[in-house]
């Protein structure tokens, strides 16, 4: 892995923004984590998702029902993701760790693993995020170019037409590709991971062979082969999709920026914090809708800034955020409606398949 620091010598907009944010809270005696917005969310998702799965496995319906509810049971499954997951693999659901750990594992629940998921997303994307070379969630080339520094394929120049079954297949990869290959070569794109105890193994395992007997196994038992396949598709798709969109259109839009890190020592021009703002994008801050759908992933700048707070702080926490940045004169970027941040991705994803122009 490349050796990337940040300017943090002078990290005054961090110091001054912590300390409005810390003021918040202590002005308004509330704690950083959950409330009962999130535990709410958590009392109908899980329930929610447990019975379209039940219903589904009755197969008395019409096959266009048997469609919508697994489409349904795939959002769902991403709403899980989004609201109750996210949180909880911050550290930012409970003051309780247990609670976090326990919840930290419906990621398992959806087939992929917490604790490769935690350095993955909590330590390197976290801390890297837009760096190529770097962030494992931009390096999807030669499939996908992400970023003007990625090597450019032929191919390319209609990826802002296919990424839509990339990104519709993107969480069976994830389960059954990714997970398995990440845990193999023991790495993380160019980073080590960090080596899991036997618990951790043991998790693994009886994750992918749970969700192998519950996702397919029984299915294929109660319904047969191809009524479980035209649904398992369906579901994933829903899946694939809604926890793809959401997260490209945080980084991969036209209103953020992106750095590069070659093999060496790379030092950034910002510090940490002005770094997070600058490759990170707020989507639909006015809408409750879809804060509440996708766990105020919305306000990815805030959740970037401060990720061990609870999303249910995000709306009050941008007003402070916001300020700060035209305190200290850096743009805060803010797309008005999730619609026009899919038209913003798309955009910068037929630029990226253009051929780049050769410097004469």
């Given at each position: ?70 489409l ?32 930290a ?88 991971l ?30 047969g ?15 694939g ?21 070659a ?65 200290y ?32």
């Amino acid at each position: 892995m490349a050796k990337v620091t940040f300017n943090n010598k002078k990290a005054v907009f961090f110091q001054s923004l912590k300390a409005d944010v810390d003021k918040y809270f202590t002005d308004n005696k509330i704690r950083k984590t959950g409330n009962w917005h999130l535990y709410t969310k958590t009392i109908v998702l899980i329930p929610l998702a447990v019975s379209a799965y039940a219903f589904l496995l009755l197969g008395n319906y019409p096959p266009v029902t048997g469609i919508l509810l697994s489409l349904f049971l795939g959002a769902v499954l991403s709403t899980i993701g989004f609201n109750i997951m996210h949180d909880a693999c911050h550290g930012s659901y409970s003051q309780r760790k247990w609670v976090n750990d326990l919840l930290a594992l419906t990621l398992n629940a959806l087939g992929g693993n917490a604790f490769i998921w935690k350095q993955k997303h909590n330590v390197i994307h976290h801390t890297y995020t837009n760096v190529d070379g770097v962030d494992d969630d931009i390096a999807k080339s030669p499939v996908i170019r992400q970023c003007t520094t990625q090597e450019w394929k032929p191919a390319h120049r209609l990826q802002h037409i296919y990424l839509w079954a990339v990104y519709a297949l993107s969480s069976f990869l994830w389960i059954f590709v990714m997970d398995i290959s990440k845990y193999a070569t023991k790495r993380i794109y160019k980073t080590e991971l960090q080596k899991m105890d036997k618990k951790e193994h043991i998790i693994f395992w009886l994750s992918k062979i749970l969700y192998i007997v519950f996702y397919i196994a029984i299915p294929v038992y109660m319904l047969g082969w191809g009524a479980w396949a035209v649904g398992f598709l369906c579901m994933h798709v829903a899946l694939g999709l809604s926890l793809s969109v959401v997260f490209q259109l945080a980084h991969v839009v036209e209103e953020t920026t992106f750095e590069f890190a070659a093999d060496d020592h790379t030092q950034l021009e910002n510090e940490w914090a002005i770094h997070q703002v600058k490759t990170t994008a707020n989507f639909a801050q006015g809408s409750k809708s879809v804060s509440w759908l996708v766990g105020g992933l919305n306000f990815q700048v805030e959740h970037h800034l401060f990720p061990r707070i609870s999303h249910v702080h995000y709306p009050a926490l941008s007003k402070i955020v916001a300020r700060n940045c035209r305190d200290y004169g850096i743009q805060y970027n803010s797309i008005p409606t999730m619609g026009q941040a899919i038209r913003s991705h798309y955009r910068f994803m037929r630029f990226l398949g253009r051929k780049p122009e050769v410097a004469s």
